[in-house]
């Protein structure tokens, strides 16, 4: 009988290896992971570290740093032209009021009400400015832009039309 016995705690004390090795590789896993945790949360800390600092000193002159703030601002200066692109490929254009983007198509500005100003090209490659001229729907005076009610009539402006014969000014 000892060999039985001693077979099986053989396997007894070969299990408990084989477990005690599964617990130590996913404490490994455990560890390993929280540590690549405090590395992300540390370059978070390291990148808002280095904004902030270009945030406030990037006008001083500090020879040590004016390469990488010359080079954020020129970086940040390529991204503005790449999402401008971006947006001009979409239809869209900036409020002339605001800033903000103007859809396609849009009449107005959806962040701040001001009457979308379309941009023409012209024959010589300049580009004019013309706001799209618009009417009152109840009596058919001509809407300054900018306003939410008709000069003339007092009526409420929300979604008028263009008047279709006067498409251009």
């Known amino acids: 009988m000892g ?3 001693n077979l ?3 396997i007894s ?3 408990q290896s084989t477990i005690q090795k599964g617990k130590d590789v996913a404490n ?3 560890f390993s992971r ?3 945790d405090e590395e992300r949360a540390m370059s978070k800390l390291f990148e808002q570290l280095g904004r902030k600092y270009f945030d406030l000193r990037s006008e001083a002159n500090e020879e040590d740093f004016a390469d990488f703030i010359i080079g954020v601002k020129e970086s940040q ?3 503005r032209e790449y999402q401008d692109s971006i947006k001009e490929l979409q239809g869209i254009t900036k409020c002339v009021n605001c800033g903000g983007d103007i859809p396609n198509g849009a009449k107005f500005c959806p962040d701040c009400g001001a009457e979308a100003i379309r941009v023409e090209p012209q024959e010589d490659g300049e580009e004019t400015v013309r706001p799209e001229k618009r009417y009152c729907s109840e009596c058919g005076a001509v809407i300054i832009p900018g306003s939410r009610f008709c000069t003339s009539c007092g009526r409420k402006i929300e979604e008028e039309e263009k008047k279709p014969d006067d498409t251009e000014l």
Request: glycine letters at 12%.
């Open 28 to 30: 490994v896993a455990k």
């Open 3 to 5: 060999f039985l016995e």
């Open 77 to 79: 200066e390529r991204i």
């Open 8 to 10: 099986g705690k053989g």
């Open 34 to 36: 929280l540590i690549s």
């Open 13 to 15: 004390d070969f299990s």
